[in-house]
């Protein structure tokens, strides 16, 4: 079984519409796939229909992102939770409507330096889809500015310029206790990604942990060798579940279908434990 927990489409910053997600999991040989829009699960009832017609499984996620009080990034997955639990909706529309102001704000402070504006940037943004940096930086690709995305990552957008402003996102112990309140099953997206940011030390995992996180993301490209030896530690001191996956986002990034997977054994547990909606197959 080919088993992948992480992939994202144009319902946030991937390049695809779910449908397309879905033929693509079909031609990386996949078995099932976890649809995991950012802060979003408006993308579900696409890819359903698509897993129907392409015979991969779909397990309808997400993924919310969340900032500790010390100003560290947490992503966390969601799988198999409700997607109308009030809690958990509440959370995600502020960080979506936040993410909102966030982005119109580095339009702005970017727009004294580049020639870039909100209308541009909207351009590259999917009716309704979370916005994040990647639209950003597709306007800025299109504005000749820099090569792709990873450039603008690498420079203009990273969270130490001058042009990033923060959002709202709740911390992350929150965000665990809601996605299990919505019967959901709450894993640690590629936790120790130092590359992208400051990372969380031990006492956040605690912290997850005693609200009922699940599972560690530990095979994730973004995860340095000696992060990974770290989380098995943790894995299994707390008998957390351990899974592997792409975090593929089409063309918005080098992220390949089935780059990395999940055990059939960790993914039984997983939808064991999922009760606020089903797999689809
Ligand atoms: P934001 O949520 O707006 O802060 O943007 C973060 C998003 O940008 C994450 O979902 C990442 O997948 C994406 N991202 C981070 N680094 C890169 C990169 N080098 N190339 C393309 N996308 C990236
Ligand atoms: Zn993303
Ligand atoms: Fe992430
Ligand atoms: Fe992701």
Redesign the pocket.
Same mark, same amino acid.
């Given at each position: 079984m080919r088993i992948d927990l $992480?992939a994202?489409s144009n319902v946030s910053d991937g390049t695809q519409v779910p449908a397309d997600v879905m033929e693509s999991a079909a031609a990386a040989g996949l078995d099932v796939i976890a649809l995991?829009d $950012?802060d979003s699960t408006a993308g579900w009832a696409e890819a359903a229909v698509a897993a129907r017609k392409t015979g991969v499984a779909l397990v309808p996620g997400m993924?919310i992102s969340c900032r500790t009080a010390e100003g560290i990034s947490v !992503?966390l997955l969601s799988y198999l939770h409700d997607p109308a639990h009030p809690g958990l909706l509440e959370e995600i529309t502020k960080s979506k409507d936040a993410r909102h102001t966030r982005a119109q704000r580095m339009v702005t402070l970017l727009s004294e330096d580049y020639p870039l504006t909100w209308d541009d940037v909207i351009h590259h943004v999917a009716p309704g889809a979370t916005l994040g940096r990647p639209h950003i930086a597709d306007a800025l690709v299109a504005a000749g500015v820099v090569e792709d995305r990873a450039e603008a990552f690498g420079s203009i957008l990273t969270a130490r310029s001058r042009y990033w402003v923060q959002h709202y996102a709740p911390e992350p112990a929150l965000a665990v206790e809601l996605v299990r309140a919505a019967g959901g099953v709450p894993v640690f997206? !590629?936790p120790v990604a130092s590359a992208r940011g400051r990372i969380v030390g031990e006492e956040t995992y605690r912290e997850m942990i005693d609200a009922g996180l699940a599972g560690l993301e530990i095979y994730h490209r973004d995860n340095p060798e000696e992060g990974r030896r770290f989380l098995r530690r943790i894995a299994e001191r707390y008998g957390l579940l351990v899974t592997g996956s792409s975090?593929y $986002?089409g063309a918005g990034k080098p992220n390949l279908l089935g780059e990395n997977l999940t055990s059939a054994e960790v993914f039984a547990r997983i939808e064991e434990q999922g009760t606020g909606s089903s797999v689809v197959r």
């Amino acid at each position: 079984m080919r088993i992948d927990l $992480h992939a994202h489409s144009n319902v946030s910053d991937g390049t695809q519409v779910p449908a397309d997600v879905m033929e693509s999991a079909a031609a990386a040989g996949l078995d099932v796939i976890a649809l995991t829009d $950012h802060d979003s699960t408006a993308g579900w009832a696409e890819a359903a229909v698509a897993a129907r017609k392409t015979g991969v499984a779909l397990v309808p996620g997400m993924e919310i992102s969340c900032r500790t009080a010390e100003g560290i990034s947490v !992503h966390l997955l969601s799988y198999l939770h409700d997607p109308a639990h009030p809690g958990l909706l509440e959370e995600i529309t502020k960080s979506k409507d936040a993410r909102h102001t966030r982005a119109q704000r580095m339009v702005t402070l970017l727009s004294e330096d580049y020639p870039l504006t909100w209308d541009d940037v909207i351009h590259h943004v999917a009716p309704g889809a979370t916005l994040g940096r990647p639209h950003i930086a597709d306007a800025l690709v299109a504005a000749g500015v820099v090569e792709d995305r990873a450039e603008a990552f690498g420079s203009i957008l990273t969270a130490r310029s001058r042009y990033w402003v923060q959002h709202y996102a709740p911390e992350p112990a929150l965000a665990v206790e809601l996605v299990r309140a919505a019967g959901g099953v709450p894993v640690f997206a !590629h936790p120790v990604a130092s590359a992208r940011g400051r990372i969380v030390g031990e006492e956040t995992y605690r912290e997850m942990i005693d609200a009922g996180l699940a599972g560690l993301e530990i095979y994730h490209r973004d995860n340095p060798e000696e992060g990974r030896r770290f989380l098995r530690r943790i894995a299994e001191r707390y008998g957390l579940l351990v899974t592997g996956s792409s975090d593929y $986002h089409g063309a918005g990034k080098p992220n390949l279908l089935g780059e990395n997977l999940t055990s059939a054994e960790v993914f039984a547990r997983i939808e064991e434990q999922g009760t606020g909606s089903s797999v689809v197959r």
